[in-house]
């Protein structure tokens, strides 16, 4: 799912014109430079989930400044913003001797996480937390939808991996649900509180181009599990991503600051590694045994004897297109779909299983299925080949479930 498509002609904006390269804290008035840039990225169809609120800030700013704005669209409204804050912005140069001379004042975030002693987190907090946030519609600065051409703007369920470690420095992989894209960030962590049962660090990241968020993450001092809250998005949990990197690290001497340092970095690497260390033997039972528990699945669901607590966890991070749900809804969820899909034959082709990471506690794979089934509301038979992702907790119980891609689509 895309924030929004925009189809229109680039050839007149053929260069990208970088600002003063100075690292800036996210702000509510946006400054021309940053303007004509976020105009840029949208014209591209390369906005960040910031840009559009902040759009329409920058568009009010042209307005005063008297650029031609009365297109009354979006995509009309983007190019004369980005000419007219172009032309603004070349007239800066002339300034950029002084604003060198005052970025002194600010100080580069990764160096102010190594100097401060208030961002040393112990330890055991250290490392890899996991969640996925649901899919939410794009909010203003006054908390409401944002509304653009009479469209709320939808923004994608998303998988998060936060990496915290020593000296104030956190990273960020951020997924898109939808069509698997990722993100990265880097910056600064600082501890906003420290009580009696829980830590609060507020996260402040960059991907190094236009998008600065920022998270606060409250971690439980008993389970380690965190919450994460960011601005005017979903709150969602976070789990704490345990290996023997992080195990070794919690009884390392405090001399050894480095070395848990470097373990620590190399924590996601280790996980997804595991795939290697296991022997062939090994391998080829887990596979059987996947095997075993997905045919056992769709054979219920060819019977139409299917039961979500036979096969799914509790909680479900992800089904199909549904994030953070019960295995009890899982089964409504169904019955619905069951009304417009019908007569199901399923054939789960056995060697397209492949172990692909691991995340903690949850081992994910993927496979391709032969699916046929009636289409009630098509009157006609549906045929397609399906690839799936899927991950299975300890208990060899599936917490997720999703359709990678659909080939070879046919009605009869």
Not at 140 to 162: L, T
Not at 233 to 249: M, T, V, W
Request: aromatic share 10%.
């Amino acid at each position: 799912m895309k924030i929004l498509t925009y189809i229109l002609s680039l050839s007149t904006f053929t260069l990208y014109f970088s600002c003063t390269g100075k690292f800036q804290r996210e702000s509510s008035t946006p400054s021309d430079c940053d303007c004509r840039d976020i105009a840029y990225r949208i014209l591209l169809n390369q906005q960040s989930v910031n840009d559009l609120e902040k759009m329409k800030i920058c568009i009010e700013q042209g307005k005063n400044k008297n650029f031609k704005i009365f297109h009354g669209n979006v995509v009309g409204d983007m190019a004369e913003a980005f000419a007219g804050f172009s032309d603004l912005c070349d007239n800066m140069s002339d300034d950029k001797s002084s604003t060198n001379n005052n970025n002194n004042q600010y100080s580069n975030p990764l160096e102010e996480g190594k100097k401060s002693e208030e961002t040393q987190l112990a330890i055991k907090y250290l490392g890899d937390y996991h969640g996925i946030q649901s899919s939410y519609f794009l909010k203003n600065q006054y908390g409401d939808d944002m509304v653009i051409n009479g469209q709320k703007v939808p923004v994608a369920s998303s998988d998060f991996k936060f990496l915290l470690k020593e000296n104030g420095v956190v990273s960020l992989q951020q997924t898109n649900l939808e069509d698997n894209s990722r993100n990265y960030y880097d910056g600064t962590y600082k501890i906003i509180s420290d009580g009696i049962d829980n830590i609060i660090l507020e996260c402040s990241l960059s991907d190094g181009k236009s998008s600065n968020p920022t998270y606060n993450l409250t971690i439980g001092k008993t389970d380690k599990n965190s919450n994460c809250i960011g601005h005017n998005e979903p709150e969602f949990n976070l789990e704490k991503i345990e290996s023997n990197a992080l195990l070794n690290a919690n009884s390392a001497d405090s001399n050894n600051q480095s070395e848990t340092d470097n373990q620590a970095n190399e924590q996601l690497q280790e996980n997804n590694d595991q795939l290697a260390n296991v022997s062939n033997n090994s391998a080829s039972n887990e596979i059987e045994s996947i095997n075993e528990i997905l045919s056992n699945l769709y054979r219920s669901i060819d019977n139409n004897t299917f039961s979500a607590k036979a096969f799914f966890a509790e909680k479900v991070l992800c089904y199909i297109n549904h994030y953070n749900i019960k295995n009890d809804e899982i089964d409504s969820l169904y019955s619905i779909d069951s009304q417009e899909f019908q007569e199901y034959e399923i054939f789960l082709h056995k060697e397209s299983i492949k172990m692909i990471m691991t995340s903690g506690k949850i081992v994910y794979y993927t496979y391709w299925l032969d699916l046929k089934c009636f289409r009630k509301s098509k009157n006609k038979t549906e045929k397609c080949k399906v690839n799936v992702e899927v991950g299975f907790d300890e208990n060899k119980k599936i917490v997720f479930l999703k359709e990678l891609k659909i080939e070879d689509l046919k009605f009869y």
